[in-house]
């Protein structure tokens, strides 16, 4: 497995978790189609494949590729910080200058700061966790004080340019009690990019504090794209989260979530639509360890092409966690011959006075639906684009921001042809 | 409730020793502890197996020398040491049996212990037994009205005697000896069974039934079913087992496989009520057993069953949905307290055309129990129009016990329509109360919420079996609300 890692350089900073994670590296099992968490996505094209580390080379906007716009919602007002390949933007990023907000990109936080960083484990379970502990360039750090809340959302935007790069984003997000913010990562790369975008996400949300987390993917060419988030919320903490896939070749999404405190609120949902030989797989977990939580999840999808998806989401209801309330549900359209889906929807009760409920389906469009839309006089297509529009808006709609929403509207619409 | 008073209640339902705990001395003719290719060959000797059939053994025991056993299972239980079972128990007085008077007379009593005397069954319900006291078919009844009818319905051993070439047709043609760990053990070893052939276009006049005891101390039991209804036929066939009280572990690695030729339609019932160890989580039987069905063109195939008994159960009753528009359907209530533990459902495998299924699966857990429901619903390329159903709940009977739900849903043909639901919830204290308000004892009221809650999987079982499952839901839940 060394040949893998060959060319890849680790930075001088956070050293002490590198040498952890590279020790791990060589003893944890690389993810085959063998081990029950990795059955319906395989990775063995990514490990024989020769990636290296961006090694540098022209800086702002005259290395950035000109078909990507660095901001990519110029409709939202907000904050940006972008990465190319792993490395800071600074000339392309906009950071927020408020008081009580520190926001900067991780590899310059000082010795003070460093102390608040926490660590999910991923790196010790998971040899993709410890690729990106081991190997992280960079990354997006944001610590919001006590009762403050940000006037503008944060774009993290990090883009893959190239060809058989590799890249480790690490991201790290700390809401004291009562704080408020919203966060936009948005990762894309640029046409016949390749190779790998193995990124982390850690979020802890304080007492009373709330978090909104939109991760949209639109990736050209191809790029084994693994995203982990891992998000820890304390008592009556609020966490809201979306997931949209617009494009990418090959997408791991996983979210997992620890309610670690009574009476959290969390919101999660997803929209994926692959197109052709895309892969995408969502992998959810809402650990409800504490009581009087409610959870709701809600994943949809439709399978175009040869492609194949995957949604397995998982929800824990540990002993303690009496009066949970979770929900979950996931809805499939298999819309081609040739386009699959495995869905795995699980739940683990160990708590009595729960009610937790979940729902998977995979079907078609509702042909009275359609034959509906046909009699007021809308040809099939026209038809059929109008009901996948319905299908993703249920998603869509719960998006806080307006023009968030419309942005990730266009791009879905642009490239499935909607009206 | 009072705190007290639930724990009162609780007290008295794990105060509850296991009922049917009693054991029969019947001389048997055991061969010593251990597993290797010896032990095989005595086996196949001891019954007077052809070549091909000891043939077909030792390659099961190669293919399971390099096999693990499973771990995937959401179960936990000391590991078996395979090697310090005997392979091979048969009571000695083995003779060809015309009347129940030549039947021993211990043997009788346990079935009337039981409340399975087989005079009582032959006269009142028309059921054919197949009694197997522990590995080796004693009993018969009813052969000589089947024959007529051209339905074969005897031990395995038999059949291997008397249709060799239906068993070496249909043996391990849906359960191959690769198939599993316990599978794999299960075609090296197994000792008898039941075998039933339906002929063409024949219903079955009464429901065949086999009663099933493990009785010897130390002796793993490995049945064996082969069930073939040919085309248009129709048969309903219960399973039901109860076993006596045992403080060390016992393993029943069990396979059934049906054929469900054209048109054919097979219904098999189970109730299972093997010995689910003490209070304390001590003894009980390890239940690991391999179902599966074939169905061809239009043929259709039921599971029911009723899972009580077992410390540690681990039973996937499949269908293989081969044919065009064949159905499959499984039904289950599972029921698990103290430190019993479940991993049960379904596969359904749609291969053919419009090819439907339906699964219901209840799961009840109390005590320090953990209860899960693991299911694959596959849709292969070419099952164009294939359907659906998957309901799977769990209701919470303490604060202590589990209840999972791991479905597995395999979608690649885009006619295909699935939906699969689950819900977990505590047993309804408004429920409770309104029985309570209506004069209706609270121990009585949660009997009638958990009837309630079975009743569509109850309802799919044959009358005899229906009885008897309420009776054992009643026993295994009494007052174990938390």
């Not at chain 1, 929807?345 to 042909?367: M, N, R, S, W």
């Not at chain 2, 020793?17 to 010896?38: A, H, M, R, V």
């Not at chain 2, 054929?259 to 010995?275: F, G, I, P």
């Not at chain 2, 070419?382 to 919470?396: I, T």
Request: with cysteine; net charge negative; hydrophobic share 35%.
């Amino acid at each position: 497995m060394s040949k893998f890692t060959n060319n890849f350089l680790a930075p001088s900073h956070g050293v002490e978790l590198r040498n952890e994670a590279l020790t791990l590296l060589s003893s944890l099992p690389v993810p085959t189609r063998r081990n029950e968490r990795w059955k319906y996505s395989s990775v063995s094209k990514l490990i024989n494949a020769s990636l290296e580390t961006y090694k540098g080379g022209e800086v702002g906007i005259e290395g950035w590729p000109k078909e990507i716009n660095p901001n990519p919602v110029p409709q939202l007002e907000a904050y940006r910080i972008v990465f190319r390949n792993g490395v800071y933007e600074p000339t392309l990023s906009e950071l927020p200058t408020f008081k009580g907000v520190v926001c900067m990109p991780l590899s310059s936080i000082s010795e003070e700061q460093s102390k608040t960083l926490f660590s999910n484990k991923y790196h010790k379970t998971e040899w993709v966790g410890a690729l990106n502990a081991a190997y992280y360039q960079d990354g997006f750090y944001l610590h919001v004080s006590k009762n403050i809340k940000l006037d503008r959302p944060i774009i993290v935007h990090h883009l893959t340019d190239g060809e058989n790069v590799a890249n480790f984003p690490r991201h790290f997000v700390r809401i004291d009690e009562g704080g408020e913010a919203e966060v936009v990562v948005w990762t894309t790369a640029s046409q016949d990019s390749s190779g790998m975008c193995n990124s982390l996400f850690e979020a802890s949300i304080a007492p009373n504090a709330q978090l909104f987390l939109e991760k949209i993917t639109n990736e050209e060419g191809e790029i084994y794209s693994f995203a982990h988030d891992f998000i820890i919320q304390e008592a009556d903490s609020r966490f809201k989260a979306h997931n949209f896939t617009i494009k990418g070749s090959w997408v791991r999404n996983e979210l997992s979530i620890v309610s670690a405190g009574k009476g959290t609120d969390t919101i999660f949902n997803g929209a994926y639509l692959p197109c052709g030989n895309e892969h995408v797989d969502n992998h959810t977990t809402m650990d409800h360890t504490y009581p009087d939580g409610t959870s709701s999840e809600l994943y949809r999808g439709i399978m175009y092409g040869k492609s194949t998806g995957v949604f397995n989401g998982k929800v824990f209801v540990r002993p303690d966690a009496q009066r949970t309330n979770a929900f979950q549900q996931n809805t499939n359209i298999v819309a081609d011959r040739g386009a699959s889906i495995n869905a795995k929807p699980e739940l683990e009760i160990y708590a009595d006075d729960v009610k937790c409920a979940h729902g998977c389906t995979v079907g078609q469009f509702d042909l009275e639906a359609l034959f509906y839309l046909k009699s007021r006089g809308l040809d099939e297509n026209a038809a059929r684009t109008l009901l996948v529009e319905a299908f993703i808006a249920d998603v869509l709609s719960s998006v806080p921001n307006e023009a968030l929403r419309n942005e990730i509207k266009r791009l879905y619409s642009e490239r499935h042809h909607w009206s | 409730m009072s705190q007290t008073e639930e724990e009162k209640l609780i007290g008295e339902v794990t105060a509850k020793s296991y009922e049917f705990g009693f054991t029969t001395d019947i001389d048997s003719d055991t061969i010593p502890p251990g597993l290797n290719e010896g032990v095989i060959r005595t086996i196949s000797a001891k019954k007077n197996e052809p070549e091909w059939l000891l043939k077909w053994r030792l390659e099961a025991f190669r293919l399971w020398s390099e096999m693990e056993e499973p771990e995937w299972a959401h179960v936990n239980y000391p590991k078996l040491d395979l090697q310090s079972i005997s392979y091979y128990s048969a009571p000695k007085q083995k003779k060809e049996i015309a009347s129940l008077d030549e039947v021993d007379p211990e043997l009788l009593k346990t079935m009337e212990k039981l409340g399975i005397s087989i005079e009582e069954q032959k006269r009142l319900s028309g059921v054919a037994v197949d009694f197997v006291m522990d590995s080796v078919s004693v009993a018969t009844s009813f052969k000589e009205k089947l024959g007529e009818l051209g339905v074969i319905f005897c031990s395995l051993g038999e059949a291997i005697q008397e249709h060799p070439e239906l068993v070496r047709k249909y043996m391990g043609t849906v359960v191959p000896q690769r198939d599993n760990y316990y599978a794999a053990l299960n075609s090296a070893v197994f000792t008898d069974g039941s075998f039933c052939y339906i002929p063409k276009g024949v219903r079955c006049p009464m429901e065949l039934s086999t009663y099933f005891r493990i009785n010897q101390a130390g002796t793993g039991q490995f049945e064996r079913t082969l069930l073939i209804a040919d085309e248009g036929s129709y048969v309903s066939y219960l399973e039901g087992c109860t076993a006596p009280q045992r403080d060390e572990n016992q393993l029943h690695a069990a396979v059934v496989e049906i054929v469900s030729m054209d048109e054919a339609e097979v219904k098999y019932s189970t109730v299972q009520n093997w010995y689910p160890g003490d209070a304390n989580g001590l003894g009980g039987v390890f239940n690991f057993v391999t179902k599966r069905g074939l169905c061809h063109r239009a043929a259709k195939i039921s599971w029911t069953q009723v899972e009580t008994g077992s410390a540690v159960t681990w039973k996937y009753p499949s269908c293989i949905l081969k044919g065009d528009d064949s159905i499959g359907e499984f039904f289950s209530v599972a029921v698990t307290n103290n430190m019993q533990q479940a991993d049960t459902g379904t596969k359904m495998i749609h291969i053919g055309k419009r090819t439907r299924s339906t699964i219901i699966s209840k799961g009840i857990s109390s005590g320090h129990s953990q209860n899960s429901y693991r299911g694959l619903v596959q849709i292969h390329p070419g099952a164009e129009n294939a359907r659906n159903f998957s309901v799977c709940d769990s209701l919470l009977m303490t604060d202590t016990c589990g209840a999972h739900t791991f479905p597995y849903i395999e979608v690649k043909n885009p006619t295909a329509q699935i939906e699969h639901e689950a819900t977990t919830s505590k047993i309804g204290e408004d429920q409770i109360f309104y029985c309570q308000q209506r004069g209706i004892e609270e121990e009585e009221a949660i009997g009638l919420i958990v009837k309630g809650y079975a009743k569509d999987v109850l309802n799919k079982l044959p009358m005899e079996f229906a009885v008897e499952a309420q009776k054992l839901l009643t026993i295994s839940l009494e007052g174990s609300v938390g």
